[in-house]
T-cell receptor
């Protein structure tokens, strides 16, 4: 069965410092991986995805993610955090095992950037 | 460009009352449509998804139902609301032929059942 894990409920980082939000996955076959961000009382916004190709994926708002097949991880990163990056972040994987277009989401990690 | 609408934005309903939440998508054809519920600002629970008109797949047995009367319209309903139905309901769409494509989410409906 496909699954996604976000081991940290919350990550605190000082403004200007690099940030990492962790995600590990379990899939059969090639993974299609996604990161989304959610601000309070809003829908999710797409940040970036890994389908194939380069292991380092660049996305919106200066975020990037590194795909690591041996560690089955897809961690979200940003070189210098902003207070405005404070939000809830979700990792997701497309469930291909069932032949449908379902997406499986992690439980979310709350990022707090401190001024 | 594609847009997705949800209404109402907020809703307060008494226990036992009916529910109807609507989601519409513009700018695309034959999308896959999804309903999620998010409790207490945390994880997403997939409730229903649809790959075509009248085709509904239910993920979790519960007090809710979904319908897709038109290609770009997805409705979430309940005959009698429970307290546990409170939450943030999100509609999303994804391209029909694009398994490697991302989903696009609506702004959500905050439902409070009292």
């Amino acid at each position: 069965a496909q699954s996604v894990a976000q081991p940290e409920d919350q990550v605190n980082v000082a403004e200007g410092n690099p940030l990492t939000v962790k995600c590990t996955y379990s899939v059969s076959g090639n993974p299609y991986l996604f990161w989304y961000v959610q601000y309070p009382n809003r829908g999710l916004q797409f940040l970036l995805k890994y389908i194939t190709g380069d292991n380092l994926v660049k996305g919106s708002y200066g975020f990037e993610a590194e795909f690591n097949k041996s560690q089955t991880s897809f961690h979200l990163k940003k070189p210098s955090a902003l207070v405005s990056d404070s939000a809830l972040y979700f990792c997701a994987v497309r469930d291909i095992s069932s032949g449908t277009y379902k997406y499986i989401f992690g439980t979310g990690t709350r990022l707090k950037v401190l001024a | 460009s594609q847009t997705i609408h949800q209404w109402p934005a907020t809703l307060v309903q008494p226990v036992g009352s009916p529910l109807s939440l609507e989601c519409t998508v513009e700018g695309t054809s034959n999308p896959n449509l999804y309903w999620y519920r998010q409790a207490a600002g945390r994880g997403l629970q997939l409730l229903f998804y649809s790959v075509g008109i009248g085709q509904i797949s239910s993920e979790v047995p519960q007090n809710l139902s979904a319908s897709r009367p038109q290609d770009r319209q997805f409705i979430l309903s309940s005959k009698k609301l429970l307290l546990s139905d409170s939450g943030f309901y999100l509609c999303a769409w994804g391209p029909f032929a694009g398994g490697n494509n991302e989903q696009f989410f609506g702004p959500g409906t905050r439902l409070t059942v009292l």
